[in-house]
């Protein structure tokens, strides 16, 4: 029982530390004649007597939670019967996972074995006791440590410097998460690409014209061997993207020309909400849209021209994913423009410029670096999208740069390898990751030009 409420226990014995440490620090600021006498301030002495004891509590409670599988699965493993320890450690496992089953109440638990029965009841009281244990030596270091850090305070301990020193650690522990997360993604995307790439020729998969990732499950089925020519769906995802892109960077650019130097502020507090709210509608809403509105209005559109329409066209998912992305584009595009330093505009004034020449040759440019961010985001974010492709594109990895044809993207192929009884390490599964590896490098080139285009610039006006 008191496993269940040791954390809140550890917070509140800490926040006691804090006040606790201030308290002291400030009685022996008065005897020593002031708080210009001690070394630090009342309050760094109460987060340091805190954090001594918070800190190794909950390092004893994450190392415990770690182990705490092994360390207890192995006990009842080493306690099973002699018959047990012949099998292998999958079916060992097996054998493990039937025993928590059973001891936490789980489908079939009447019907286990006595041995099983039995051991699921040793598995209850180990657990149970083991919990109880680390929630003893948590609440005694805690206590200890922090009475410690109370009789330790005096006018000459750095306080400061050490309540520094953590948080800095801690910075750089969350900075390290951020780079190694990242870092565990790409070498785990690259891991199984390469193992793809053992079956399907790279030079196949770059410039294959055909994608048919159809992988039968018997070699005596129709469709043993599949096409993995990645060309057609790259193809789909830069049509779509770029037709969102013609829609979304003309007017998000110039709406948020318009709201940052055109627009009066009363008229911008309300329109620059408003037209946020497009970011914040979900993607299956525009996929709904889509299908339901725009699709069938540009195909009786071009049926009534004479021209031939598909149900599910790229224009459709284009023309709406543009709509989706113009808030990216003109929220952070006029953030930048307004930011720009007023002593710029009137200098063009005074020199005679127009409104329009000041935009054109000094806010516009000045304001490059941030409007290039915004239309990178807003391309990543239309290279990634799915939804709408799913629901206005199709399905279907047709090489085609006729935007009224039905296309598909990579986002789209990678949730459909993935989905459905598959092999893991089959071919058409181990695509998806191909395909996200190859996106990766696309995103990575892009972020690249980016950074060069706007380092050239800053270079000239900085």
């Known amino acids: 029982m008191l496993y269940t409420f040791i954390l809140p226990c550890i ?3 800490a926040a006691g530390a804090f006040f606790l440490g201030k308290q002291r620090a400030s009685a022996v600021a008065e005897f020593s004649g002031g708080i210009r006498e001690m070394h630090s301030l009342p309050v760094h002495y109460g987060v340091f007597t805190a954090m001594n004891c918070l800190i190794p509590a909950l390092v004893i409670f994450a190392a415990y939670r770690f182990s705490e599988t092994w360390l207890i699965g192995s006990m009842i493993i080493d306690a099973l019967p002699e018959e047990f320890r012949q099998l292998t450690t999958n079916e060992l496992s097996l054998v493990l996972n039937e025993i928590k089953n059973v ?3 789980g489908f079939g638990a009447e019907s286990a074995s006595p041995t099983i029965q039995a051991a699921a009841e040793s598995y209850r009281t180990s ?6 244990l680390v929630s003893v030596v948590m609440l005694v270091c805690a206590a200890v440590l922090a009475a410690l850090a109370l009789r330790s305070i005096d006018k000459n301990l750095r306080a400061r410097n050490l309540v520094e020193k953590v948080a800095l650690s801690f910075l ?4 390290a998460v951020a780079i190694f997360t990242t870092l565990g993604i790409v070498f785990s995307v690259v891991f199984e690409a390469i ?3 053992k079956s399907v020729p790279l030079s196949n998969f770059l410039f294959g014209l055909d994608w048919s990732p159809q992988i039968a499950m018997r070699a005596d089925q129709a469709g043993s061997s599949g096409a993995f020519g990645a060309v057609p769906v790259f193809v789909g995802t830069f049509l779509i993207a770029g037709i969102a892109m013609l829609v979304a960077i003309p007017v998000g650019l110039c709406s948020a020309i318009y709201l940052s130097e055109y627009a009066s502020s009363r008229l911008r507090t309300w329109a620059k909400p408003t037209l946020e709210i497009l970011a914040g509608i979900p993607t299956v809403v525009y996929g709904f849209f889509a299908a339901l509105t725009v699709a069938p209005l540009i195909r009786n559109a071009g049926e009534a021209v004479g021209l031939t329409v598909a149900s599910e066209s790229a224009l459709a998912a284009g ?5 989706m992305i113009i808030p990216f584009v003109s929220s952070l595009s006029d953030d930048v423009i307004h930011a720009v330093p007023q002593a710029m505009r009137d200098g063009s004034f005074g020199l005679g410029a127009t409104r329009f020449e000041t935009i054109r040759h000094v806010i516009i440019p000045a304001a490059l670096p941030g409007i290039v961010g915004s239309i990178l985001l807003a391309v990543s974010r239309a290279v990634g999208e799915t939804m709408i ?3 206005a594109a199709g399905l279907s990895a047709n090489l085609s740069f006729n935007p009224l044809t039905a296309v598909t993207t990579v986002t789209v192929q990678i949730v459909t390898l993935l989905v459905g009884d598959q092999e893991f390490d089959s071919p058409k599964t181990l695509a998806a990751f191909a395909l996200g590896l190859l996106l990766f490098v696309f995103t990575l080139i892009l ?4 950074l060069r285009v706007v380092r050239r610039y800053r270079e000239q006006y900085e």
């Not at 750089?172 to 900075?175: L, P, T, V, Y």
């Open 11 to 13: 917070l509140l014995l």
């Open 127 to 132: 657990l149970a006791s083991a919990r109880q």
């Open 389 to 391: 492709v799913v629901m």
């Open 172 to 175: 750089i522990a969350c900075a």
């Open 319 to 323: 023309l709406v994913m543009g709509v």
């Open 447 to 450: 972020n690249i030009i980016a």
């Open 195 to 197: 193992i793809f790439f």
């Open 103 to 105: 001891a936490f109440g």
